[in-house]
Structures are given as C-alpha cells and as structure tokens.
C-alpha cells in the first residue's frame, strides 16, 4: 500500500496552471484523472489504516468505504446501509494537532435515526430535508460520472456533533431509531414576497 | 416580522422578508453588531478591439463591464432550523445556488454555493463575482495572505515600492487568495476564509469581493492558446462546468480575528475525514 499516485498528482497539481485553473481543458482533464488515481490509492491506506486502529478485539477486520462523491450528496454506504435494516458505523479522522468538534451531514433514506458513540452514549442529531436543487444536482451529475441515476432516493441530510481528538478518530454508530429516541427533524418554512 | 432570524447559539443572521437578502450579524457574546449584505454580480469578459486588442481570458483579467445578478421572479429564502445547525437556501437564479449555515456551537457563517453552468447564449463571458458589503470606513485598505503564510496589507490603487498608474480599475486591484481576505476599520474586522484558491479585492470601502466561476468566450493570446470555457460532457450533450464551494465569514472586535483566521483557515485545508462500515444489530466494534 502506497501513496505515490497521490504524491505525484499533488505535484504536478502545483503548477500555476494548475492552481489558477488556466491550464487548457484536456489538460484539466489529465490532472482530475491523476488525483483521481491518487485518490484510489490512498482510499486504500486509509481503509486499511483505519481497520488496524479499530480492529482492537482481535475480530476480523473491518473493511472501510469513503464518499469521495459527498459534495453532490452521494454516499452509497449510509443512503444503502439504514435502508437495509442494518447499522452505520462512521469513523472521523482528524489530521491536526488539536481536538475538533465539528457538525458532520451525511445523507440517509430513512426519517427515524439514532446516533450513538462508541460508549452507547445518543449523540444530538438533526434530520435536515434534501432539497429538490440538491437533488437535481446529484441526478444530473451522476448521470455524468456514473452513466446512470442512483439506484437509492436520500430524503435527508443527517447532522450530528462530532468530537475528534489531535490525530485521532471516533467512531459512531448511526441505526434506525428505536422507541423514544430519533433524530430532531428540521422545522422548514419558506419566505416569499411578504409571506 | 420584518425579519428572519437564523442561528441558536451566539451568532445570529437576520435577513429582511422582503427580498430575502442578509441584512444583519450579531454576535451576541462579543456584542459585535454589522449591517451585512451578500450578493452576486458579473464582469463581462472584454472581447478586444482593433485600437485595444488584447481580450480578457484565462491569463488576463479586462472586465468589460459590471452587472449585479438579480433575482429571476420572487425573491424567496427557504430556512431550515434545528437544535445543532439552521441553514437558509436561496436560488437568486436558475444557476446559482446558495447554503448558508449557522452552528449552534460556531461563530461564523459557512456559505456554499453552486454555480453554472454560466450562461452564455447572450455572447458574453462571464467571470462570476460575491460581495460581502458593511457599512466599515476601511479606508482603501485591506489584507489578503500571501500562498498560505502572512497577510499582507493591500491599499486599492497604491503599491507600496512604485507608482501605480491605475488602467483597470478593478484588476489592478485584485489579488490572489489561498487562505482568506479581510477589512478593518479601527474597531471590527470583517475575515473571509476560503476553501480554494480564488481571485479577490475589496473594491469598496467595507466591502469584500470573491470570484468564484469564469466562463470566456476569447482566448487572451498569452499562451494558453484556448479559451476558458470548460464543459462535462454526458451521453454526447456537454454542459458548462458547475462549481461548489464554500467560503466562510466572522466579524470580530478589533485585534480578535487572527486566531480565528490562522486556527479555522488550516481545518478549512484539513478537513475531518470519513469512513463508513457496516455493523449487524448490536455487534458493536
């Protein structure tokens, strides 16, 4: 397991053509092709990485997605996953020095969810609505990237508070609620004009 | 009932019902209070003439013109409120769109935005800008970071090692930006972080602008050989590049942004990564 696909993507990517984005567009093309290439790469050590660290039972090691299509409100293991009846399990790295507590949205297809810690522990959440742009952008570019339209329908954004120590992780476990627990939905309300 | 207020915590967005603009931040803990606007506008790209040939393009900034984006039909805002984050979605027009989010436990706006494809069957170019307007007295100043390390100060229309003589008036003034921008005025300072290298100024006292998408429709004749006009192509129908980013924006009292800009610039660079797995009932890990 390596990251020099990474490393020489992010080399040639520090051309000033390349950071003010004046390159010409097959050459744009070369350099997402690149990183892309790197990013599968690393995409592995990560896993793998990250597999080791949680692996402190002596059970089988677990193998490790990531959403590199996050932005465009794609993520297959937690649209699929609560879906199916089963948990999520997520994992949050945090490159620097310093604790972090950060909000984290990841979209999911159920409206009944619970978000635990790695003590059990219900962690605040809050289900936010997909809203048709939002949507719109994902089916048109997934038709793009993946020459076809999701197979899953995400009706929500999930948030929940995180807490990372320096160049550390946690682990939560997102489930399907269970009796008097769920995630808080979001009160909507659009203004128009005067009303 | 003028007003929408948006955020649980200490910060607070109001914007006016009636056109669903920002109009207002307030920070209730530091009790730093601004009159605050965002918009969109564009300079059109200038196409060159056969006194004044050279046109603007990918290497070459000669805005041709500018022109504030409004609104297609009612203006509208969609909010969403929550006890850990509220957000408010505008969609000024069919090709911009707009997140801005406020965290209960966070002391800054996040805005992401979606832009393009930038329309160009009017046979301009187009190189999209933000603006972020208070009413601060800054004086012509302001201070962008030089690739990630210092801020350095910028005064519009001056340089400090020889004198400037001002032929465009907007891109003599821009600047590139890696980390953030940001104005004072003696006793707040109004920081922009950005998540990508982009161009900025601040063309009008208390003001900051940012570009965030160009479309052009000339090359500018210095090497590139080709126009900036970018495209994704699916099933042979090719569109302009969309975009999506987000910058993020605090007001602060006077001395009292830097820690913010140094410590939240370099998570903005460090994001928390993600990995997902699967789990069968109660089988915890």
């Known amino acids: 397991l390596k990251t020099e696909k990474l490393a020489n993507a992010l080399a040639i990517a520090q051309h000033h053509d390349a950071v003010t984005g004046t390159e010409r567009q097959h050459v744009a093309a070369d350099y997402t092709m690149r990183l892309h290439m790197g990013y599968v790469e690393a995409e592995k050590v990560i896993s ?3 597999s080791s660290m949680t692996n402190t039972h002596g059970k089988t090691e677990t193998s490790y997605e990531q959403c590199p299509l996050l932005n465009i409100s794609y993520c297959p293991p937690s649209e699929t996953l609560l879906s199916n009846g089963k948990s999520l399990v997520v994992v949050v790295y945090n490159p620097l020095g310093w604790n972090r507590e950060e909000v984290i949205q990841i979209p999911v297809s159920i409206d009944e969810v619970i978000v635990q810690d790695f003590k059990g522990r219900e962690v605040e959440s809050q289900l936010l609505p997909v809203t048709k742009s939002s949507l719109s952008i994902r089916n048109d570019h997934l038709k793009a990237y993946l020459g076809k339209p999701s197979d899953t329908v995400i009706k929500y954004w999930l948030a929940f508070q995180v807490s990372v120590p320096p160049l550390g992780f946690s682990t939560y476990v997102v489930s ?10 979001s009160s909507a309300f659009t203004v128009q004009g005067e009303v | 009932n003028s007003t929408v207020e948006i955020g649980e915590g200490n910060l607070k967005l109001l914007y006016s019902v009636d056109g669903g603009k920002l109009s207002q931040y307030i920070n209730r803990r530091n009790s730093v209070s601004a009159v605050v606007e965002q918009s969109y506008s564009y300079y059109t790209g200038f196409s060159g003439t056969d006194e004044d040939p050279q046109a603007s393009g990918a290497y070459v900034f000669r805005s041709n013109g500018s022109f504030s984006i409004k609104s297609e039909g009612k203006d509208s805002l969609t909010v969403m409120k929550g006890p850990l984050l509220d957000e408010v979605h505008q969609h000024p027009t069919s090709w911009i769109h707009q997140i801005t989010r406020v965290y209960k436990g966070k002391e800054h706006a996040e805005i992401e935005f979606t832009i393009g494809p930038i329309p160009i069957d009017d046979g301009a170019g187009k190189e999209i800008v933000t603006q972020i307007k208070t009413t601060m007295n800054t004086n012509g100043t302001f201070y962008t970071d030089s690739n990630g390390r210092d801020f350095i100060k910028r005064i519009r229309d001056h340089r400090a090692d020889w004198d400037l003589e001002v032929s465009q008036a907007i891109a003599g003034n821009y600047y590139p930006i890696n980390v953030g921008v940001y104005v004072e005025d003696g006793k707040k300072e109004l920081s922009v972080l950005v998540d990508r290298a982009i161009g900025g100024s601040s063309i009008m006292d208390g003001q900051i602008e940012l ?16 126009v900036l006009n970018e495209t994704v192509c699916a099933f042979d129908d090719c569109k302009g590049l969309v975009i999506k980013g987000k910058y993020f924006i605090r007001i602060d009292p006077i001395g009292e942004g830097a820690k913010w800009r140094r410590s939240v610039g370099q998570e903005i660079y460090s994001p928390l990564i993600l990995a997902f797995a699967e789990q069968d009932g109660d089988d915890w890990m």
């Open chain 2, 211 to 226: 570009m965030l998408h160009r479309r052009l429709l000339h090359d500018d004749s210095r090497g590139v050989g080709e």
């Open chain 1, 48 to 50: 793998s990485s990250l």
């Open chain 1, 176 to 185: 399907g609620a269970r009796a008097g627990a769920r995630s808080v939905m």
